[in-house]
């Protein structure tokens, strides 16, 4: 949402110009999606990942500054909580062995961070929701210093007009009250970035959110928050709920949400940054100087900074990005349906399975998308999220089925073939999409472990809260090992 925000009041004056200059944005973005030469010759792949930091008794430690003065590494950043971190890693192609090299940096990366870390009485973490955080965690106080979050938390709540409200039921029910946006900071997510030429964008977007329920259900990570057993994949529900700013009258009239899974396929990237700007008032009517008409006029690339801006307050599972790298711009789907961890030879694995499907199913003589209503695409993903490998979900021509035998069965052959295209290595094709099919097999992914080592610990005589504590330590205890979740032991 960009990182040069410190204002925190906004005249009516500010918002009219605001919306002025999105909307002469969205106009020249129109036009140049028809003239320009955007960058796609050869797709470069990215990947962000969110962490948690925990101290010596497994609880969030907030030391996020701390760690990243010693770290002093510009691929690390802050995130919204004081015990997060985020690192983005180099754009790369995965052709031949870019997956390989995600993975060496990655540990390497991870490993550094990690020492700096214990330095400062600290440990990393790579996991969706932070089991030990409790509501007296996800405070105001314990937010970024950072002025962006503070800003962004201020505008949210007062779009909202009164105290945001969770209400998530799954195995276990949770309803609470908050006076601010903290509780987001318990989602951790791994982010994949596709870049795609304009008239390909609308097949790769649409792929991706026919397949993000069963991206999800096999990916789930996130069984726990505040104690409570919910969804698989709890982070879903709970981005959707702290993030909210329409109270209950305005959900009435179907007032769309920010977290959003959207409402139709498209026919254009121009058709979700023109939603963007109809549907969604201004969080951070920030203006900058340029005037993307006199640039485009005189041949330069646009930054298009307000519509930017705007695109990055509205939170799509799978978002459009425009972007300009080495002076030429460029395209991307946002792929954010997924959490953080558990190893990271598991969010490689999740990565091919995307990239490889989204690929495959964007190519296709037949569309999935003309097969599957767009709402049936988004019970699967809710669906997905609630119910993780136990869940069913519905696809074109085999009707209703659990997802597990939908990767099996046609998902996993058609990912392969996606990955072949992309020209990856075939022997590290099959070891990534190989620990996708051991988690349908064994029907073991980061939340059915998390549950099931809770639920031996609880049967020997623990309480929640400890049983917690210990399934994290175990948990911290595995994951730098980079053995897929798949193989832990339970014991």
């Known amino acids: ?24 944005c969205l106009d020249v973005f129109a036009l140049m999606l028809n003239d320009f030469r955007f960058d796609a ?3 470069m792949t990215g990947l962000e990942l969110e962490l948690n930091l925990i101290d010596d008794q497994g609880e969030p430690a907030m030391r996020n500054a701390q760690v990243l003065a010693d770290l002093a590494d510009p691929s690390f950043q802050t995130e919204l909580g004081q015990f997060n971190l985020e690192i983005n890693l180099s754009p790369r192609l995965i052709a031949e062995h870019g997956f390989e090299d995600y ?70 029910a949770l309803q609470s009250h908050t006076d601010s946006i903290a509780p987001e900071a318990a989602c951790t997510s791994t982010q994949f970035h596709l870049q795609v030429a304009p008239e390909d964008f609308a097949n790769y977007w649409n792929a991706s959110q026919a397949i993000a329920g069963p991206q999800v259900a096999i990916g789930a990570n996130s069984p726990y928050l505040f104690g409570k057993r919910l969804w698989a994949e709890t982070r879903i529900a709970l981005f959707e709920q702290a993030t909210d700013t329409r109270p209950d009258e305005l959900k009435a009239q179907g007032v769309r949400p920010r ?3 959207g409402e139709r396929w498209i026919t254009s990237i121009f058709d979700l940054f023109e939603e963007n700007v109809r549907y969604f008032p201004p969080l951070l009517p920030i203006t900058q100087d340029e005037d993307p008409v006199e640039v485009i006029h005189t041949g330069g690339v646009p930054r298009l900074s307000e519509l930017r801006l705007h695109n990055g307050t509205v939170y799509r599972w799978n978002r459009p990005v425009y972007d300009i790298m080495n002076g030429r711009p460029h395209l991307r ?12 030879v598991d969010l490689l694995a999740n990565a091919a399975f995307y990239f490889g499907l989204v690929r495959y199913l964007a190519e296709a003589d037949r569309p999935v998308w003309t097969q599957l209503t767009f709402s049936q695409a988004e019970e ?4 997905s999220a609630r119910d993780g490998l136990q869940a069913s979900v519905y696809w074109p021509r085999l009707g209703e089925l659990r997802a597990t035998d939908l990767v099996l069965e046609r998902l996993l052959p058609w990912a392969h073939e ?32 998390q549950t099931e080592t809770v639920g031996v610990l609880e049967d020997k005589g623990l309480d929640r809260w400890a049983a917690l504590g210990e399934m994290l330590r175990r948990y911290a205890e595995f994951a730098p090992r980079n053995e897929p979740i798949h193989t832990w032991p339970l014991g």
């Not at 789907?333 to 990271?344: D, I, K, Q, S, Y």
């Open 1 to 24: 949402m960009g990182k040069d925000v410190s204002r925190s009041t906004f005249t009516p004056e500010d918002r009219t110009r605001y919306r002025q200059k999105v909307r002469r």
């Open 41 to 43: 010759d050869r797709p």
């Open 103 to 172: 993975e060496n940096d990655l540990l390497t990366s991870l490993a550094r961070a990690d020492e700096r870390a214990k330095e400062a009485q600290a440990r990393l973490v790579t996991i969706g929701i932070l089991p030990t955080l409790t509501q007296r965690h996800a405070i105001l106080e314990n937010l970024s210093p950072d002025p962006r979050y503070r800003v962004l938390n201020e505008q949210i709540v007062a779009a909202r007009g009164e105290d945001i409200t969770l209400d998530i039921r799954g195995v276990e």
């Open 259 to 261: 977290v959003w899974f």
């Open 333 to 344: 789907v946002e792929n954010r349906v997924l959490p953080a961890g558990p190893t990271v």
């Open 380 to 383: 699967n993903f809710h669906v």
């Open 418 to 449: 996606g990955l072949d295209r992309f020209d990856v290595d075939p022997e590290l094709r099959d070891r990534l999409l190989g620990v996708v099919e051991q988690r349908c097999l064994t029907g073991r992914n980061g939340a059915s472990w």
